[in-house]
């Protein structure tokens, strides 16, 4: 069978799908057992060779794909992005990402990988701005169609979207990491039982006897086994799910030390200090998990401030031991979050989202500001300036009640507050969005675009910026996820892979399921 045969040409397209989706090593198509497998499914079909592969098929696909990304992207007029830069662990490799995301007219959420582009030299401001005018240039993505960018915390990647002139927010589970650092984990005492804690579970990691012995100790008292978990410092959360798994095997590990002992132990005194610990932190671990969602939004932020602020301020008959716990955690996140209400990427998709509208503000004051932004951006739309807004609107449908109770304690302050806000009046004279804001939020279990796109009738005009505004995501975590992929692509059997190959093989792998035909 010849390479240019029908069916040849099929086959090759698949193994090279199969390459890029699946993570194989090139090398694969060299393999005895795969070439077994493939010469009894197709015996006539001529395996082709590795650079093959790599010279010719994988531009290839690479061509074809990007041909339906670019077609899809430049059919929109708003998106938003995330961003982050990865270094390889196993080869001299550093990749800049970008992926974008957006709301279609049906209000459905698309995202795409545009880059995982070689990033030579230092990371300056003005390098990092550079390779973004040249990213955006590559898809013909004019900067005005550039609704926000989201990344790190660092002063070099904030530097370089005021240099390239676009819009950018800070990833919020980065920020909620600096707050809680800030807040208990930089606290000595805190720090010491932490260390102790590392010091108990990495023994248990680097000891095969030890851990067949802990997990013999927890059968005998009837506990399942479990292992302990080890965290990464640049993640907090690792380090409450550490903490979390510690506490859990408290009772087997003090029976491990009276019989066989360990390089360090926790004092009575650390271990209550990191019950505590796990107390304060649940609803930031709850609202980590939250913003790194894939559909968690820009909008998400303001409520979550406040819904978290309200319960580090309030004081309750369970606050004995961990007060002022409570309160360093409340002043970091007054510091971190200081300017969230006062910018419009924030606050105008909070308005927008019909969860929250104008309920979860800090005061009506603000929520008045952040009306006035929603007010002027709707006069930027084109033809809407002297546009007389139709006063016939529909009847809105009805809020669903809660089918459930809250299930913890941020989900009841949520409620709470939306509860106290219900029939809170609008007034000015947009008759589209005072009417809107009139209405009672929908549930926070509702789908928002779900809420758009069967309103989108009754208010046209603010449809259209709800389509852009709640485009952001309020996180990198896609950037990051993307340089998860990566570390599989360049790994250990791929580490002769150029940054070119590996960006290729990525796209293909995170766009090529958009060209599959839609099922029925």
Request: glycine content about 2%; hydrophobic content about 40%.
């Amino acid at each position: 069978m010849s390479r240019e045969n029908p069916r040849a040409v099929k086959i090759t397209e698949a193994l090279t799908h199969f390459i890029a989706l699946d993570d194989q090593p090139l090398s694969v198509v060299e393999n005895v057992g795969f070439r077994q497998l493939l010469s009894t499914l197709e015996p006539r079909y001529e395996i082709p060779s590795r650079p093959y592969i790599t010279d010719v098929m994988v531009p290839k696909v690479f061509d074809e794909v990007k041909k339906h990304v670019r077609n899809l992207v430049n059919e929109v007029s708003a998106l938003s992005f995330t961003t982050d830069i990865w270094t390889s662990s196993v080869c001299p490799m550093s990749l800049l990402s970008l992926t974008a995301q957006w709301i279609d007219e049906e209000f459905v959420r698309h995202q795409v990988t545009l880059h995982a582009k070689s990033f030579r030299g230092s990371h300056t401001s003005q390098t990092i701005a550079g390779a973004f005018d040249s990213m955006l240039q590559t898809w013909d993505i004019p900067k005005t169609s550039v609704h926000v960018v989201l990344r790190d915390n660092a002063r070099n990647m904030i530097k370089a979207m005021s240099d390239a002139e676009l819009p950018s927010l800070p990833c919020t589970a980065h920020t909620l990491q600096l707050v809680v650092h800030e807040g208990i984990l930089s606290q000595r005492s805190v720090a010491d039982a932490v260390a102790v804690g590392r010091k108990i579970v990495g023994h248990f990691k680097h000891s095969a006897l030890a851990y067949s012995r802990l997990e013999d100790i927890q059968l005998e008292i009837n506990q399942p086994a479990k292992r302990l978990q080890q965290d990464v410092q640049t993640r907090w959360n690792s380090t409450f799910y550490m903490i979390q798994s510690l506490i859990e095997q408290k009772r087997p590990l003090g029976i491990f030390v009276s019989e066989h002992g360990l390089p360090d132990t926790l004092t009575a005194h650390q271990w209550i200090l990191l019950e505590k610990v796990l107390s304060v932190l649940g609803p930031f671990e709850e609202l980590t998990r939250k913003v790194s969602s894939s559909d968690a939004m820009a909008a998400d932020v303001i409520p979550a401030v406040t819904v978290l602020h309200r319960f580090l301020t309030r004081e309750t008959n369970e606050d004995h031991g961990i007060k002022a716990m409570k309160g360093t955690l409340a002043a970091a996140v007054r510091k971190r979050f200081a300017d969230v209400e006062e910018n419009p990427l924030y606050s105008i998709a909070t308005l927008l989202d019909p969860r929250y509208k104008n309920l979860f503000f800090s005061n009506t004051t603000i929520a008045a500001n952040a009306k006035e932004m929603l007010k002027l951006e709707l006069l930027r739309l084109p033809g809407e300036a002297d546009k007389q807004e139709d006063d016939d609107l529909n009847e809105p449908p009805s809020r669903k009640p809660r089918s459930d109770q809250p299930s913890s304690s941020l989900d009841s302050i949520f409620d709470e507050i939306a509860s106290a806000s219900v029939g809170r009046a609008a007034v000015g004279s947009n008759v589209q969005l005072d009417t809107y804001l009139g209405e009672a939020a929908i549930s926070r279990e509702d789908k928002p675009l779900q809420y758009w796109m069967v309103n989108k009738v009754r208010f046209p005009t603010l449809a259209k910026l709800a389509a852009r505004y709640l485009s952001a995501p309020c996180t990198s975590v896609d950037s990051e996820r993307l340089f998860s992929s990566v570390s599989h692509i360049v790994s250990e059997s791929r580490n002769r892979l150029t940054a070119d190959h590996a960006e290729m093989i990525l796209f293909i792998k995170k766009n090529l399921p958009l060209t599959f035909p839609k099922k029925a």
